[in-house]
């Protein structure tokens, strides 16, 4: 790659698209976690966030870094949270999270798999 050759807009793009559903996702879990508390045991809804959150948030630093295995492995750990997403979106009393929760992780998934095949294909890189 030459100095004049500038990334295209696009691997720019999806990437703020993937940090905008990626703090979007941890801000429902958050807010989702903090409606249960009035009715709910603490700790125990802390312990959930927790083990909700922390394989999200331990993507952040090398999101931000752009670092390219960050995002494949990211759209792999997504797939098992989608999973999860559909199952909640069956429930009776969590249907409309659920429903959030899969748009969100779908949105994710499609923005994730738009900058990993933008960044190879521009600066001819593998996994």
Do not use: C
């Not at 905008?20 to 801000?27: G, P, S």
């Not at 958050?30 to 922390?54: D, R, S, V």
């Amino acid at each position: 790659m030459t100095a004049s050759e500038t990334p295209p807009a696009i691997i720019d793009k999806s990437q703020r698209t993937v940090l905008a559903f990626f703090y979007a996702l941890l801000l429902l879990f958050t807010g989702y976690g903090l409606w249960q508390i009035p009715g709910g045991n603490l700790p125990a809804i802390i312990m959930l966030w927790l083990i909700k959150t922390l394989p999200l948030l331990i993507f952040i630093p090398s999101l931000h870094k752009r670092s390219l295995r960050a995002y494949a492995w990211l759209s792999f750990l997504v797939l098992l949270y989608f999973i999860q997403g559909v199952q909640t979106a069956f429930t009776q009393e969590a249907r409309i999270y659920g429903i959030l929760v899969t748009l969100l992780l779908s949105g994710l998934f499609s923005a994730l798999i738009v900058y990993i095949r933008s960044y190879r294909q521009f600066y001819k890189v593998s996994l």
